[in-house]
C-alpha cells in the first residue's frame, strides 16, 4: 500500500522564524492533506492540496503529485504554532482510511 | 456548520463497563470512520462504514463494535472496557476518500482503570 514519510521527524525553532516540512508519498494520490494536531490533541485541517501551492496567512503549502511530495511552509512561526503536523493521503483499501506520515513535532520557543 | 462532533469528550471507566461514542457529521457525508491514536502508534482505523447501514473492520476492530443507522451517525461501542483500551478515539468523515477532503472531530479521551 501507499507509504507516507515525513521530514523532519522534530524541529525547534525561535520565535519568527521560518520553517519547511516534507511529505513524501510512495504512490500517486489525487488527495494529499496536512493537518495539526494542537498540544491538546485536537487535529485541525491545514490544507488540502492534491496539487499545485495553496497560501492560508502565514502557513502555505505546495503539492508535486508527479515527484510525489508536498511541502508546508511556515513563515514567522508563532508559539501557538507548536505540535504535531501530519500530512495523509488516502489508501487503496478499507474504506479509502487516511494512510498518516510519522509527523514533524514542532516547538516554537519565545 | 458544525462538521464533526464527537460526544463525550471525556470518559473514565472501569474495567467491564461499557459505553458508546457518537459521532455526528452535517456535511451529507457517505464514509464514516473510527481511529484510535495511541502515542508511538500513529492513527490506526478501527472499523470504517462506506455509508448508511454499513460498516467494516479496520486494522484493530477487537473488543469495538459500531452501527451506522443514519448516515450522519456514527457510533462506536465498547462492550466491556479493557485497559488496552484507553487511548484518544477520532471520528472521521469524508464524502468520496479518494477525490475530496476528510475531517476530524476533536476527540475523545478515554481512561479505563
Known amino acids: 500500500g501507499i507509504q507516507v514519510e515525513q521530514s523532519p521527524p522534530d524541529l525547534i525553532l525561535q520565535e519568527g522564524a521560518n520553517s519547511t516540512l516534507r511529505c513524501n508519498f510512495s504512490d500517486s494520490v489525487n488527495n494529499l492533506q496536512w493537518f495539526h494536531q494542537n498540544p491538546w490533541g485536537q487535529l485541525i485541517n491545514l490544507f488540502y492540496i492534491p496539487s499545485g501551492t495553496k497560501q492560508n496567512g502565514r502557513l502555505s503549502a505546495t503539492t508535486v503529485a508527479t515527484e510525489r511530495y508536498s511541502l508546508l511552509y511556515i513563515s514567522s512561526s508563532q508559539t501557538t504554532d507548536s505540535g504535531v503536523y501530519f500530512c495523509a493521503a488516502p489508501g487503496y483499501n478499507q474504506g479509502g482510511k487516511l494512510i498518516f506520515g510519522q509527523g514533524t513535532e514542532l516547538s516554537v520557543k519565545p | 456548520n458544525a462538521g464533526v462532533t464527537q460526544t463525550p469528550k471525556f470518559r473514565v471507566l472501569k474495567t467491564g463497563q461499557s459505553m458508546t461514542l457518537l459521532c455526528a457529521q452535517d456535511?451529507?457525508?457517505?464514509?464514516m470512520y473510527w481511529y484510535r491514536q495511541d502515542p508511538g502508534m500513529g492513527l490506526r482505523l478501527i472499523h470504517y462504514?462506506?455509508?448508511?447501514?454499513?460498516?467494516a473492520k479496520g486494522e484493530v476492530p477487537d473488543g469495538y463494535n459500531v452501527s451506522r443507522l443514519k448516515k450522519q451517525n456514527f457510533l462506536l461501542g465498547l462492550e466491556s472496557a479493557a485497559p488496552s483500551q484507553t487511548s484518544v478515539y477520532f471520528c472521521?468523515?469524508?464524502?468520496?476518500?479518494?477525490?475530496?477532503?476528510?475531517?476530524f472531530g476533536q476527540g475523545t479521551r478515554l481512561t479505563v482503570v
Open positions: 456535511m451529507n457525508h457517505e464514509y
Open positions: 472521521a468523515s469524508v464524502r468520496f476518500p479518494m477525490n475530496t477532503e476528510a475531517f
Open positions: 462504514s462506506v455509508g448508511e447501514g454499513t460498516t
